[in-house]
């Protein structure tokens, strides 16, 4: 990305990501916090997201002619202010559309804003980190007190988080349900795909419940057909067991014995074609397959993230543990498992259905 003389951007290194400009200078820490995250080993993705978070903020308050010693609260408040009024430009819809939710479809959503708003809490809290005297503009909240069904007590209580504190400013956002396949969409989204990687990519997410990082991260040793085993690592480089599915296993087979091509990667889903042929299967790629198969088949939501949805929907109406629901999903808090529990309309209904049955019988 070219830097443009005065104005800050984001760029990146051989190892993370950094501002650059004639105003980097300004905002020294911000570069060093970035390059901490990067030694924590968090993600690329993670912190190229708060790389532009940060970066937002430097620019705004390069506008403000403020340096990072000079913030405070009231200017935190300020900044969330104008995070509120901010437009973007060139989004579709434009400022004469008005969403559902009342909002204009030109601005930020609540969860851009409070992306930036935790980078910037990350960010000073790494400054007091490494001068304990420097003060930390970001106001501290109440311990939350909200705890998934069933970590009160009960089988679940050993999986209860330790209290947090979560800072007042930030947006209130609406909590949204996972959004799911119907049946007969997987099954013709599965019909439309003719490769067996492919089917092995798609069946890995809606018959084991990987996220598209994870399905792309496999290597051809983390499958063992025989016992039925994935290995996956998820979020954070967590590592985890997964119970392969034997339809899913049958075809991974069939695509390692007739379609992978010779390749000194050790990477399971390959390029089969083009000038990358060998190569391993990059997240743009995997983009391209699925925006590819939804105008095939007018299956507008079948996004690699709705299938991963649709399997945990399907373990909730099963009436799986919720414990093993988290085992399988990876997820690193119960409460984020428990959304499935309120997709499961098949129970709901039944219950309610035996509920209006005994209202009935006693009457």
Known sequence: MPVVDGELVLETTGSGWRLAGSDADRFGVVNDYLSYLADRNYSPRTIRTYGFGLLAFCRWLSVEDLDLSAVTTDVLLRFLASCRTERVAGRPGGPNVVGLDGRRTDTLSPATINLRLAAISGLFGFRSMRDPEAANPMPKGREAKWFAAGERGGMLAHLARAPKHRSPL????????????????????????????????????????????EVLGLDVTDVDSGARWLRV?????????????????????????????????????????????GQPLTPAGLRRIFRYHRELTGITTAHPHALRHTFGTALAEAGVDLAVMQALLGHAHIDTTARYVHLAPVHVKAEFDAARRRQRANA
């Open 233 to 277: 690592w998820g979020k954070g480089g967590k590592e985890r067991r997964v119970p392969l599915d034997v339809d899913v296993a049958g075809v991974i087979g069939t695509y390692l014995l007739a379609e992978r091509p010779e390749t000194t990667s050790t990477k399971l889903f390959i390029v089969a074609k083009g000038p990358t042929r």
């Open 170 to 213: 930030r947006v209130r956002d609406a909590r949204r349900l996972p959004k799911t396949l119907e049946h007969r969409e997987v099954v013709a989204l599965l019909e439309s795909l003719h490769t067996w990687r492919d089917r092995a990519i798609a069946g890995l997410m809606v018959f084991c419940g990987l996220r598209s990082v």
